[in-house]
């Protein structure tokens, strides 16, 4: 079964500890990427990577971190930094400009 | 700023009224254009894209999106909603440039359909 997922499904972390959000995908996709999705803020680009070994900040980096050590997958870590952490946090892979993939998605509380 | 407007946030409808969901972009080169659905408790999908040709594009579930260069538009549309089509829809756009094509989206707009 080919797809994209996301562990855990929720999450609650107290404030000021780094939380990781697993994100595997056996599309065999070179491109992943990390979205934040708030209500009527549609889908924010957090962080993404081409190729493996490879990634680049989008519109809302700060306060995270990722790694792409290997081709199906992309963690991202939430660190103490992030000012506003609580929301819901999508990843994706694709190939190139075509449609994205995207996972089940991991809501993160943090209190 | 490259930029992607839904006009509605929320819309409310009768079951077997028709839709049309407005989407607009500001990037004057090529684009590629998308809409994506996320039903409740489930992962966003695709419903259809437009990257070429004829540009009236069916996808699924008997929605269609028409491609207006001119107004920089790709609105959605399906002529009877069901209530099954309760869900939030997203209009995407990527800018082709040269350089990384990046996935832009709308706001969304949250669409209840009732019995």
């Given at each position: 079964?080919?797809?994209?997922?996301?562990?855990?499904?929720?999450?609650?972390?107290?404030?000021?500890?780094?939380?990781?959000?697993?994100?595997?995908?056996?599309?065999?996709?070179?491109?992943?990427?990390?979205?934040?999705?708030?209500?009527?803020?549609?889908?924010?680009?957090?962080?993404?990577?081409?190729?493996?070994?490879?990634?680049?900040?989008?519109?809302?980096?700060?306060?995270?971190?990722?790694?792409?050590?290997?081709?199906?997958?992309?963690?991202?870590t939430?660190?103490?930094?992030?000012?506003?952490?609580?929301?819901?946090?999508?990843?994706?892979?694709?190939?190139?400009?075509?449609?994205?993939?995207?996972?089940?998605?991991?809501?993160?509380?943090?209190? | 700023?490259?930029?992607?407007?839904?006009?509605?946030?929320?819309?409310?409808?009768?079951?077997?009224?028709?839709?049309?969901?407005?989407?607009?972009?500001?990037?004057g080169?090529?684009?590629?254009?998308?809409?994506?659905?996320?039903?409740?408790g489930?992962?966003?999908?695709?419903?259809?894209?437009?990257f070429s040709?004829?540009?009236?594009v069916?996808?699924?579930k008997?929605?269609?999106?028409?491609?207006?260069?001119?107004?920089?538009?790709?609105n959605?549309r399906?002529?009877?909603?069901?209530?099954?089509?309760?869900?939030?829809?997203?209009?995407?756009?990527?800018?082709?440039?040269?350089?990384?094509?990046?996935?832009?989206?709308?706001?969304?707009?949250?669409?209840?359909?009732?019995?």
């Amino acid at each position: 079964d080919g797809g994209i997922t996301q562990s855990p499904k929720y999450l609650f972390r107290k404030e000021g500890q780094n939380v990781t959000l697993s994100c595997e995908q056996n599309l065999n996709h070179d491109a992943m990427y990390w979205y934040r999705q708030d209500p009527g803020q549609g889908l924010r680009l957090i962080y993404y990577s081409q190729i493996v070994n490879d990634f680049q900040k989008g519109d809302i980096a700060e306060g995270y971190s990722v790694s792409r050590e290997k081709k199906e997958s992309f963690p991202l870590t939430v660190t103490s930094a992030q000012k506003n952490p609580t929301a819901f946090y999508l990843c994706a892979s694709s190939i190139r400009t075509d449609e994205q993939y995207f996972g089940p998605g991991t809501r993160l509380t943090v209190t | 700023a490259q930029s992607v407007s839904q006009h509605n946030h929320h819309v409310i409808l009768s079951e077997a009224a028709s839709l049309e969901l407005g989407c607009n972009y500001s990037y004057g080169g090529t684009v590629n254009l998308f809409w994506y659905v996320q039903y409740p408790g489930q992962h966003l999908q695709l419903l259809l894209k437009y990257f070429s040709g004829d540009p009236l594009v069916k996808g699924i579930k008997g929605f269609e999106a028409e491609f207006i260069k001119s107004k920089f538009s790709f609105n959605l549309r399906k002529p009877s909603v069901q209530w099954s089509d309760t869900a939030e829809y997203f209009c995407a756009v990527i800018p082709i440039s040269g350089g990384y094509n990046k996935l832009i989206f709308g706001a969304g707009t949250r669409l209840a359909v009732h019995p």
